[in-house]
């Protein structure tokens, strides 16, 4: 991923961050999914994003994630209502 940010003196300079995108298979179209992530595979997971619906039967979440900052980062994917 690269992120652009404005300096003082109007340049543009940009910054490689190590990002994350998930791609979630073997989905059934039409049904219902919620992203969930933690920071430790036996701890708490927490939804992430809206549940979205399944459009093909491998699904791409447009969402990058910042992993810069954690030193593991776990996924999961549940069916939601």
Known sequence: MLVGCARNDGRK??????AERDIIENTKIGSNYQLQVSTS????????GSPFTAISNN???????DVANWQQLFFRVSTSP
């Open 13 to 18: 300079t940009f910054e490689f961050l190590k």
């Open 41 to 48: 595979l036996n701890g708490t997971f927490t939804n992430f």
């Open 59 to 65: 699904m791409v979440y447009t969402q990058y994630f």
